[in-house]
């Protein structure tokens, strides 16, 4: 079974230029998750989709960062325009989010990443 | 405010070693832990995941773990580390409503010297 896929794998922009990453969920997830890793830190939650519906997007920097996922499976999350600051790893993760006797059950799997840097 | 937090930032040991990686948690409610995986150059992989039951956990590569609910802790170990161990570990943790978010932490270095 393919895992989450993710592209391009690095990115080298200018400041102030737009930029997208695109993320293919693993088949039949319904959540997809977007997260930012800087250098020696844990993943740090941008935006979580559960099918459609951005369920979180507290930690998006709405003015210059924006996600779509239409029809519930592909994801991207774009940033115009980009500054310094934004060079990180963007990850993508995917889980099927189910609820049962024990409450919210999901795990997530994450891709490869996107390495941004911008100059 | 919710938080991990894990104790050793870079932790170095020698092939054959004890390991144990300190994970603590601030989160209200019941919770759902995890502990990632990310070797040099590779994605981040589970290594194991606790939801419910015993609190004892293992995971694969023979790793394990201990939720400590009164202690607030899921505290990773193995009993013998190897040179292929080498990574960055990550603690996180989530709520049991799907509307929780999830928590990452900082991440521990672990190099192991042949």
């Known amino acids: 079974e393919a895992g989450v896929v993710q592209s391009p794998r690095y990115k080298i922009i200018e400041k102030k230029q737009p930029v997208a990453f695109w993320c293919n969920p693993i088949?039949?997830?319904?959540?997809l998750y977007w997260y930012l890793q800087n250098l020696g830190q844990g993943p740090e939650l941008l935006i979580r989709y559960e099918n459609e519906e951005a369920v979180d997007d507290s930690q998006l920097p709405k003015d210059r960062f924006s996600a779509e996922r239409l029809k519930g499976v592909d994801s991207t999350l774009k940033i115009q325009p980009a500054e310094l600051g934004d060079s990180a790893v963007y990850l993508c993760?995917?889980?099927?989010?189910?609820?049962?006797?024990?409450?919210?059950?999901?795990?997530?799997?994450f891709g490869p990443g996107t390495r941004l840097t911008v100059l | 405010a919710q938080s991990v937090s894990q104790h050793n930032h870079h932790v170095i040991l020698s092939e054959a070693a004890s390991l144990e990686l300190g994970c603590n948690y601030s989160?209200?409610?019941?919770?759902?832990l995890f502990w990632y995986v990310q070797y040099p150059g590779q994605h981040l992989q589970l290594l194991l995941k606790y939801f419910s039951g015993d609190p004892l956990v293992k995971g694969i590569k023979g790793f394990e773990a201990e939720f400590i609910k009164s202690k607030f802790s899921f505290n990773l170990r193995k009993p013998s580390v190897q040179w292929s161990d080498t990574a960055e570990y990550f603690c996180a943790v989530n709520g049991k409503t799907s509307y929780d978010k999830v928590i990452f932490g900082p991440g521990t270095s672990l190099s192991v010297i042949p």
């Open positions: 993760a995917s889980s099927f989010t189910g609820t049962g006797a024990s409450g919210r059950t999901d795990t997530q799997y």
């Open positions: 088949s039949g997830h319904n959540t």
């Open positions: 989160y209200g409610g019941t919770v759902n």
